[in-house]
């Protein structure tokens, strides 16, 4: 997890972005992804070092790997 290779932990990067560790544990969870706004995205992908693209695609890789997005190549 990319997180974990920056050894910052979810309370780290909850603080970055200025979110309570309950909602980005949600998020990295699948819970509440579909919810977060797109500028909620970009924070995240900031503080996970990546830029939108690369977290878009990582995000698509993930979900298709779970089944939930079918067509992602």
């Known amino acids: 997890m990319r997180r974990k290779a920056l ?3 979810l309370e780290d990067i909850a ?3 200025g979110v309570s560790y309950n909602y ?3 998020i ?4 509440q992804g579909d919810k977060a706004s797109f500028i ?3 924070k995240i992908a900031k ?7 690369e977290f ?5 890789l993930y979900q298709k790997e ?4 079918k067509d992602y190549d």
């Not at 503080?47 to 693209?53: K, P, R, S, V």
């Not at 779970?66 to 997005?69: A, D, H, P, T």
């Open 7 to 9: 050894h910052k932990t």
């Open 15 to 17: 603080y970055d972005i």
């Open 24 to 26: 980005l544990l949600n």
């Open 28 to 31: 990295e969870n699948g819970h």
């Open 40 to 42: 909620l995205m970009v």
């Open 47 to 53: 503080a996970y070092q990546m830029d939108i693209g």
């Open 56 to 60: 878009y695609h990582q995000e698509c």
């Open 66 to 69: 779970k089944g939930v997005l």
